[in-house]
Structure formats: C-alpha cells, structure tokens
C-alpha cells in the first residue's frame, strides 16, 4: 500500500483530473432531477460546502507543507496544532467531502458508489506513504501524535476552543487554495447548466451567456489571485 500511496501521490493531478471528469459521464440517478432535483442539490451542495470548510480552516488556521517534492512525500516540520490536534488529515476529509457533494449534486449513481470507494482507495494509500515518511523523519514524536489524534474520525471535543485560540488568516486560505476554489466552483456551475436545466433559463442565448458570464467572472478572479500571488502583494503570503 505503501509503494501504491508514492504512485499515486507523484501522478494525483492526472489521476484525479480523469476522476473528476467522470462527474459528467452518463449515470443512473440517485434521484428524480425533475421532481427531486431540490434534494440533491441541496445535500450535494451542503456536504460539498462542509469540505470546503473543513478544508479552509484548515489552510486559514495552520497550514501544513506537506506538497511534495520531487513527486516525493515530503514535509519540513511536524504540524499538530489547528485542525490537526482533532484529526491527522484533514485536508484529505475535506476533499473527500468535497467530492462526495459534488457527486450528489451530479446526481451520479456511479461516481457515488464507483468512483468515490476509489477515490478514497487513493487517500488511505497516500495516507500510509505519508504516514511512513512521517514516522520515519521524527519517530517518537509522530507516533505520539498518532496515539492521541485519529487518522480519518475528528476528535470534536475542544475544538471550540481551538478556534478561539487561533486567527483565520484568509489571505493564506484564498492563496493556497484558489486552484482548488476554481477547479470545485467551476465544475459546480457546470453541474447546474448540465444536470438541472430547470436552474438555468430555458433559451439556449440566455443560458449560454450566463455560463460564459459566469464561467468568466470565475477565471477573472483566478487570473487576479494568481498574478497577486506571483507578482503582487500576496507573494510573501505563507
């Protein structure tokens, strides 16, 4: 598992670009679009929005570097403040419930049940690369860190109080995760043009003006944060 974890974390962006794409293949529903559409929109939106959370008061409040080098596992310090005093990985909760949102707002039977047992395949196999690379760089203290804190469960007791103790710097959050912010809005808006035309107008000019407004609005804001990042005042940002 733990070779099959390397493999995927070097080639993860090509593999999940694949993955992601199979939100629109043709499916089974999960549900009437017509007449339950409201369901699945609602509980794909709450549960992918709950990722998105989990995901920006993780980065806002103590960001790990834990990117990789190389295509290489590769971290510079043991972080276990933040949210990682409640759970080991967090970002990797947030993304699956990320994921598993935007499958039910695709209203995808087989991303449900196909795509996302392999996507979190790929997760506890990175997770048990991650983890030997960890245990082997700072040993006792990792495993220590792992008696007290869940691999996957969030300890919610004191988790309050974490947040109280810490500030959200939504600079850093919008930075590191506007590549993320892009990819999961972008592929929403397309969802809703697709999967539920009764949310969209119903004349093919209108609708097609309003994906490419929105769809536009969406790369502007990249193309902003990203020349802030690279050249502007954010570059500094950590």
Not at 98 to 107: R, T, V
């Amino acid at each position: 598992m733990i070779g099959i974890g390397s493999f995927f974390f070097k080639y993860r962006n090509v593999v999940f670009i694949f993955l992601y794409l199979t939100l629109f293949l043709p499916s089974p529903a999960i549900a009437d679009p017509v007449s339950e559409g409201w369901i699945t929109v609602a509980v794909g939106l709450l549960i992918s929005l709950c990722g998105q959370l989990v995901r920006g008061a993780t980065i806002g409040m103590s960001y790990i570097v834990r990117g990789g080098r190389d295509g290489r596992v590769y971290a510079e310090g043991l972080v276990t403040e933040g949210v990682f005093s409640h759970a080991r990985n967090p970002l990797y909760i947030g993304n699956i419930l990320m994921l598993l949102g935007m499958g039910i707002l695709a209203n995808s039977l087989l991303f449900v049940l196909v795509v996302m047992p392999f996507f979190c395949f790929i997760y506890q196999s990175i997770v048990l690369a991650e983890e030997a690379f960890l245990r082997n760089k700072f040993g006792e203290n990792y495993d220590l860190y792992c008696k007290d804190t869940n691999r996957w469960m969030p300890r919610l007791q004191g988790i309050g109080k974490t947040f109280r103790s810490m500030r959200f710097n939504w600079k850093r959050w919008i930075v590191k995760e506007y590549n993320t912010l892009f990819i999961w809005l972008t592929a929403m808006v397309l969802l809703f043009f697709f999967r539920y035309p009764a949310f969209v107008p119903s004349g093919e000019h209108e609708k097609h003006m309003l994906l490419i407004v929105m769809v536009g609005c969406l790369f502007i804001g990249y193309v902003f944060v990203r020349w802030n990042k690279k050249r502007g005042p954010w570059r500094d940002v950590n």
